[in-house]
């Protein structure tokens, strides 16, 4: 090698190097920004001393065991918070711990807590840390409105609002802020916490309420974040302030900041929210089916096409059938193999509108198409097409000609096997061990149980012929359980096919009963059965009652089989039984009526 050759070799790696320092540099400026940010924003409401930081650090100790006198050990708490509780809550540990300090607290506490905070919920909603405690503040106090309207919760000072003026109060002080609190990384959570509390019903996933990193973190501190309640009795207040806040948003959603809102992972859960609300949604949505262009893209898109989802479930027949023609019915199969938009075409499946869109998918599926999605990672779309398929009974043969086409079945007493394991027959029986249960597999076999009986025949009749012994591991598989479970649930399966099912296990039935999954399968036994399966059920448990009484899962399982009743009375037991036949048989007549003429 040239010495020149060195030379511009050493001046090229010397480039580098200086490039490296330089990113480097630029990183340790940002991270200094970053952290002066949070510093100025902690700063804000003040910092705890050392003293109070080790004080509360032990209140977090403490609120994880048991304490002698608890109320009056959250009195001494609270009274020493008195006057830092927004220097707590702008606090990284404080925060942490006064979540939980809220979730133990009585009614009384809170409603202090929250007039306290009075006056600065904008700031809190926007801080990274006081936040998380807006969201929980916000869940309990939803609590506490129920309780207080269903007069549950007694007002015990009224110098002190009602939770429910206090909710009010907070939202006042945001007025004019919504918009660009729904885009702001840390307030948008809370916008979606409160519109939740207003309508008093949980509109989005639990996933949406708290970002991943809070949750983690949360999982980490043990510090259990909200599950929001599915529905709760709210007073028409809320209602009032809902219908107010949605006006102001729509009003300032102009197409662009729409379009913005869509695409942002930000903005669009709140979006998906608006659009779940009569009081907007079908505006919403009209709205956006006015830009194909959009629409399109939306579809396409990791973080719109979710709220393409969100719109699909709130749409009306009509709104979904234009939905179809406008956007899949062109392109449906090249939707159908795409990474995003599957999901999308799923959605759209599941609420098809009727039964010639339907038949008008199932065209654009013939049988290559259709062997290329079940076996090639887009099997929720003929999972989606089964699912669809048990409200449309006259489409259910193509499907399951085309499902044993699929699967090149010609040994149809093994069908079940291939479905569960998605294995065509060939590769099936190639296989010298049983392979994985797949669960797409266990999900198609569950709605093909709810096909009409001709229909569903196949798959019935196959799972008869499965061996005990193979029946028992599927029973402690918590895939493969849930098919046995669809089984023995569904009305449209033959009494034959279920009863020797359950014949293989009434010897174990008190083993089943206290595994995890094997007790479902009792229960499903016991729930679905005639009198004498459920006596040989009864039978085999009560001998056994006071051991299975310390079992978690086998506890259940006596309080639903009435064991107690059982052993005390069996003629009264009897009559329980044939009380809650009539209430099956009257749901089995209501089946029969809507499948008549089928």
Request: proline content about 4%.
């Amino acid at each position: 090698m040239s010495e020149d050759q060195k030379k511009k070799r050493g001046r090229r790696g010397g480039k580098n190097k200086q490039e490296k320092r330089q990113k480097l540099e630029e990183e340790r400026v940002q991270e200094d920004e970053i952290v002066f940010a949070e510093e100025t924003q902690e700063a804000q409401f003040g910092i705890p001393d050392a003293d109070t930081r080790s004080y509360f650090q032990q209140i977090e100790n403490m609120l994880q065991e048991e304490v002698d006198d608890q109320e009056l050990f959250l009195e001494n708490v609270w009274e020493e918070l008195n006057g830092k509780e927004l220097m707590m809550a702008s606090d990284f540990d404080g925060s942490r711990i006064l979540e939980k300090l809220l979730r133990v607290s009585s009614d009384f506490q809170i409603r202090v807590f929250s007039d306290r905070l009075n006056g600065n919920y904008l700031q809190l909603f926007k801080h990274q840390y006081a936040s998380h405690v807006c969201q929980t503040l916000l869940y309990l106090g939803a609590d506490i409105v129920e309780r207080e309207f269903k007069g549950y919760s007694k007002v015990q000072d009224s110098n002190l609002p009602t939770m429910e003026r206090l909710v009010l109060l907070m939202g006042e002080q945001l007025n004019g802020e919504w918009l660009d609190l729904i885009l702001h990384q840390y307030g948008s959570f809370v916008v979606r916490a409160y519109i939740n509390v207003l309508a008093g019903e949980s509109l989005v996933q639990d996933s949406n309420i708290r970002s991943k990193k809070s949750q983690k973190y949360n999982k980490k501190h043990q510090n259990q974040t909200e599950r929001p309640k599915q529905a709760r009795a709210v007073p028409s207040s809320f209602s009032t302030v809902l219908q107010q806040i949605v006006s102001d948003l729509v009003k300032q959603l102009t197409p662009p900041k729409m379009h913005q809102l869509a695409f942002d992972q930000v903005g669009n859960p709140v979006l998906q929210i608006l659009v779940s609300l009569p009081q907007c949604g079908g505006e919403i949505i009209k709205s956006f089916m006015q830009d194909p262009d959009t629409i399109n893209s939306l579809i396409r898109d990791q973080i719109g096409s979710h709220l393409v989802e969100k719109m699909i479930q709130h749409s009306d027949p009509s709104i979904l059938k234009d939905f179809f023609e406008t956007y899949f019915k062109e392109q449906f199969l090249y939707l159908c193999k795409d990474m995003v938009a599957n999901f999308v075409v799923q959605r759209v499946i599941q609420k098809c509108p009727d039964e010639s869109v339907y038949e008008e998918m199932l065209s654009y599926l013939p049988l290559a198409e259709f062997k290329e999605l079940l076996f090639a990672a887009r099997a929720g779309i003929i999972v989606s097409m089964a699912e669809s398929a048990i409200r449309f009974p006259k489409q259910q043969s193509k499907f399951v000609q085309l499902l044993k086409d699929a699967f090149q079945c010609t040994d149809e007493p093994n069908i079940v096997y291939m479905i569960l394991y998605m294995k065509p027959q060939p590769r099936f029986e190639s296989h010298l061990m049983l392979p994985k249960i797949i669960l797409h597999g266990a999900l198609l076999l569950q709605h093909l149980f709810k096909f009409t009986k001709d229909n569903n025949k196949i798959f019935s009749n196959s799972m008869s012929g499965v061996k005990k012994e193979e029946l028992q591991d599927w029973l402690k598989d918590p895939i493969a359980s849930r098919v046995l479970d669809a089984l023995l649930e569904s009305p449209t399966v033959s009494k034959q096919a279920k009863r020797t099912i359950v014949e293989h296990f009434i010897p174990d039935m008190v083993k089943l009963a206290q595994d995890k999954y094997g007790s479902h399968f009792v229960d499903k036994c016991f729930s679905t059965g005639n009198l004498e399966t459920k006596t040989m059920i009864a039978q085999k448990l009560g001998p056994k009652e006071s051991s299975l009484k310390e079992n978690f899962h086998a506890k259940f399982i006596l309080r639903n089989c009435k064991i107690e009743l059982f052993k005390r009375s069996n003629a009264e037991w009897i009559e329980v039984q044939k009380g809650e036949k009539k209430k099956h048989k009257k749901k089995q007549d209501e089946i029969d009526e809507l499948f008549q003429g089928i």
